[in-house]
């Protein structure tokens, strides 16, 4: 048994629309294993170790459903119990899973294991520790070899696991303020692998690291920290505090302690989490012990008076207490039979005492602190106390190392409750602590005394949300509320597309029209990252991660997110979900390519932006496979786009009230126009929107009909909508190899990225619809990772329509022989009767575009599609026709016959390569073969 591959799925994706990591599991031999071939040793096994799984329904949809699967006549396979393992392992470790599935994944003893995760990390190592548990309870003779490390044991990986965990997720502080925002609808992501979480999107967020808010001041939390000045304030106020003394050496804490009076408390400076901190010291000895330990973890130290009481934390937020507990120290009570060691493991039995954070209370531990404790009471672990009798194993209430937490809120006496908000204002906190101690605390501390022992900056909500008794408090919403006051926005509209073609150019036409309606757009294409039009990062961005890029930058309050069918196979969407969300077409194109092999696949893959659109779902009318999407969305609205203004489903939905966007013939031309609610809104001539060449580049129209669209759908006013149309170009600046036009050689050239039939069919349909003396060349190429028949349906789709095609490859070889693109392509033009004489191979993308430059005459169209996009642009403008001046705003630095500009850099560095291939006739220039390198 053995994983052969592993995702993670940060969002929606083809299984969930939720975070799940997908496994490729192969059983091997296992396969004719399954649970009831395996027998009640296994099953019981895994029960013992996981008891939890008892619970799990499975099919069954009620608890023993799973168990129930196990044990049927022919039981179930072990790729679908790695399922519920990995789940049930998460959790042990606290968190709240509880999706998954199985299915086989089309080859013999082969799975597809998907299951939820709640972090990354964690996730995946429950899928791998689920392996090796299933694995120690095979019998021996079918064990996989090497599968169980020597000396494993269940119940140590169990324990490191749950560590493991807790060291990689959400401290129990921060995930509550997260659920608070869930609860409220307010996005959040984790910004490292602390507790730094941004919460709400673009100009709206806000963040917080544990309950430190970005709105805390530096200045208050320095003074929380500096408990000596803490001090001072508070007493200068006249609340109640500790005498206190700050020492550096053992003599100095005990010159204190006789001026302050026994008995003494010794803390750290700057200490927290209770560490460090000894009470009730009553000698020079114990002092001079104490200060050892507080100069553990701070170089100056805090004596101060003891008061007796119990340990409360009173919690205020934005000047309001909202929470208050009592705490009690670890401890255990005597039964008068019973060692100290057996009381600590009878109460670590308690089904609420975990490790760490893992459930609200912590087990207790005797180590050397608990030692110390057990030392002053003239105990040691093997003691037998008394029955009844208290036995505390800590000095501080800390739930961290064992301590319980009763709330206290609804009897706090409004005394103690105004000194505490009292206190945290006079610190300057908009979240703060106060440990208070008091005998009574619903009596006021003016009547029976009590003193703040300390004010905490950060301090934790454990205790308050999931309290050992009394009743759990929401200490987090109110942070919430004060972060985000009610009618505050904390989420930027955010609108997605996809499709086999024209989703850059429709994102970028976008993005241009909400910043004319005065947003601030963050953009996600395919060569890179733009904020407010400004590119910040460069390369293909059409993932998850240049989503949470977008949406964490402070300055946007727009998201246009072009997503890629690679970012949703590799990883999924970025956002659970988006407000409008559309599918422009389904062609061929990375058919073959990580499990995707038809149409339909790859349609269900585009399908998900569909699914998860909240406001509308726009949809392409006029191809089939998108129209069918139409029945796997919940958007409020769906919007129709069609080219068609006779098409049937459109016309019906439009009767209907429905919006949609057609085109429509009118006496100057055609006209975009909108339909919504039964309003009839012309929008825009085709022939007014400059990307559209006078609306002869149809792709373009409709890429502007979904653009418009889906700015409507945004809220977006028509006139902005009108502007931005009509201010967008295809200029290489503004939309990079998207039809791009340079008219300054005296020839035509046309720049494109196309690199599948659909768009090189379109851009080929652009060429012969435009009017051109002379001849038509094209530069044609396919990237190497595609199908044969892939690269023969883009022959195909120009055979014929060109006087001369110049065949190449791009750079990345993707698998490829270095001219096998080339030669396949050239083959397939012959096939469709395309002369040999009017085909050119030459591999190098360099070297093929200067020839078709060369071969341009005037009155001449060039039509070349490029792969590196910046590089293949600057030798197209740069290009001087031989015997012409420079082009206007071209570079001049090459002469008529410098040939350096087209040719590799490998090449001019060694004059003496071959070039003999380089011929010319009556037309041009022309290579017949290029030299090996």
Not at 120 to 130: N, P, R, S, W, Y
Not at 616 to 625: E, G, M
Request: charged share 25%; aromatic share 6%; net charge negative.
């Amino acid at each position: 048994m053995r994983i052969l591959d592993r995702s993670v799925y940060v969002g929606p994706s083809l299984y969930a629309h939720f975070p799940v990591i997908r496994l490729e599991l192969d059983l091997g031999p296992l396969e004719a294993w399954p649970t009831a071939r395996l027998g009640s040793r296994f099953i019981e096994g895994l029960l013992w170790s996981l008891p939890g799984l008892q619970e799990h329904g499975c099919s069954y949809s009620e608890p023993g459903g799973f168990v129930r699967r196990m044990r049927e006549d022919e039981g179930t396979w072990l790729g679908h119990v790695l399922e519920h393992v990995a789940i049930e392992l998460q959790n042990v470790a606290g968190e709240q899973v509880t999706f998954g599935k199985t299915r086989g994944a089309g080859r013999e003893g082969v799975y597809t294991v998907v299951y939820e995760y709640a972090q990354k990390e964690e996730g995946v190592e429950a899928g791998e520790l689920a392996m090796r548990l299933l694995c120690s309870l095979l019998p021996e003779e079918i064990r996989p070899e090497r599968s169980v490390p020597e000396g494993w044991l269940w119940e140590t990986a169990r324990d490191e696991y749950i560590r493991f965990s807790q060291r990689r997720a959400l401290g129990p502080s921060t995930a509550s303020l997260v659920r608070a925002a869930e609860d409220r609808g307010i996005p959040w992501m984790r910004l490292n692998e602390q507790s730094l979480v941004q919460l709400g999107h673009g100009k709206y967020q806000q963040r917080i690291q544990a309950t430190v808010t970005g709105r805390t001041s530096h200045i208050a939390v320095e003074l929380a920290s500096d408990k000596e000045e803490t001090n001072k304030i508070l007493s200068s106020l006249g609340l109640p505090v500790p005498r206190q003394e700050l020492v550096q050496s053992a003599d100095g804490a005990v010159r204190s302690a006789r001026r302050i009076g026994y008995p003494v408390v010794t803390k750290p400076y700057n200490g927290n989490h209770g560490r460090g901190i000894s009470i009730r010291l009553t000698t020079e000895a114990e002092v001079r012990a104490g200060f050892e330990a507080a100069k553990e973890h701070s170089r100056s130290v805090i004596v101060e008076t003891f008061v007796e009481g119990d340990d409360h934390r009173l919690l205020v937020v934005n000047g309001e207490l909202v929470a208050a507990t009592r705490r009690t120290p670890g401890h255990v009570v005597g039964d008068g039979t019973r060692s100290v060691r057996e009381l600590v493991d009878l109460v670590n039995k308690d089904p609420r005492r975990g490790v760490g954070h893992e459930k609200v209370l912590t087990r207790l531990v005797l180590d050397a602190q608990a030692e110390m404790m057990l030392g002053r009471q003239g105990f040691t672990a093997d003691s037998v106390p008394p029955a009844g009798q208290i036995v505390p194993l800590r000095s501080t209430a800390n739930l961290s190392t064992g301590g319980t937490a009763t709330d206290v809120t609804d009897v706090i006496h409004p005394d103690n409750r105004d000194m505490a908000t009292r206190a945290i204002r006079a610190i300057g906190l908009d979240v703060g602590g106060v440990d208070f101690l008091s005998p009574d605390i619903t009596e006021s501390y003016r009547a029976v005394g009590g003193a703040i022992c300390e004010v905490n900056a950060a301090p934790g909500f454990r205790m308050h949300v999931s309290p050992s008794e009394g009743t759990p408090r929401d200490a987090a919403g109110p942070v919430l509320d004060m972060l985000f006051p009610l009618g505050t926005p904390s989420r930027v509209p955010v609108a997605a597309l996809t499709g086999t073609n024209g989703k850059t150019t429709t994102a970028r036409m976008l993005a241009h029209i909400t910043k004319m309606a005065g947003y601030t757009p963050g953009l996600t294409t395919t060569d890179g990252v733009y904020i407010d039009g400004q590119r910040t990062v460069e390369g293909d961005m059409t993932g998850p991660v240049a989503t949470r890029m977008v949406l964490s930058d402070p300055h946007i309050d727009m998201a246009v997110l072009e997503i890629a069918r690679g970012g949703l196979l590799r990883a999924g969407m970025g956002v659970p979900f988006v407000n409008v969300g559309a599918v422009l077409n389904v062609q061929a194109d990375h058919l073959g390519l990580k499990g995707i092999d038809t149409l339909e696949q790859l349609a269900e893959v585009k399908r998900i932006l569909v699914e998860v659109a909240k406001d509308c779902a726009v949809l392409n009318a006029d191809d089939p496979l998108v129209v069918k999407m139409s029945a796997y969305t919940d958007a409020k609205t769906l919007c129709y786009v069609t080219m068609n203004p006779q098409h049937a489903l459109v016309r019906e939905h439009i009767r209907a009230g429905g919006r949609a966007c057609a085109l429509e013939a009118g006496v100057n031309g055609q006209m975009i126009t909108l339909y919504d609610h039964g309003s009839h809104i012309p929008l825009l001539w085709t022939h007014l929107v400059p990307a559209t060449m006078e609306g002869r580049a149809l792709h373009n129209v409709q890429n502007a009909m979904f653009a418009a669209a889906m700015a409507y759908s945004l809220g977006i006013k028509l006139d902005a909508i009108r502007m931005g149309l009509r201010t967008f170009d295809t200029t290489f600046f503004q939309a990079p190899g998207r039809m791009n036009v340079f008219d300054e050689h005296p020839f035509k050239v046309i720049f494109d990225y196309g690199h599948n039939a659909h768009a090189v069919s379109v851009m080929a349909d652009l060429a012969c619809a435009l009017d051109v003396t002379g001849r038509r060349i094209i530069v044609m190429a396919g990237p190497g990772d595609r199908r044969d028949e892939d690269l023969v349906a883009i022959a195909d789709a120009v055979a014929g329509r060109f006087d001369h095609y110049v065949c190449r490859r791009d750079d990345g070889l993707r698998g490829r022989d270095g001219d096998e693109v080339p030669r396949i392509l050239a083959k397939a033009l012959q096939a469709k009767g395309v002369p040999e004489t009017a085909i050119s191979i030459i591999p190098d993308e360099q070297l093929a575009i200067d020839a078709a430059l060369r071969m341009g005459q005037a009155g001449d169209l060039l039509l070349i599609f490029a792969d590196a996009l910046t590089r293949s642009w600057k030798q197209v403008i740069k290009f001087r026709p031989e015997g012409a001046p420079a082009a206007k705003g071209a570079a001049t630095q090459a002469t008529a016959v410098d040939l350096t500009l087209a040719v590799p850099a490998v090449l001019r560095e060694d004059p003496a390569q071959d070039l003999e291939g380089l011929i010319r006739d009556e037309r041009g220039v022309r290579f017949a073969r290029e030299s090996e390198d």
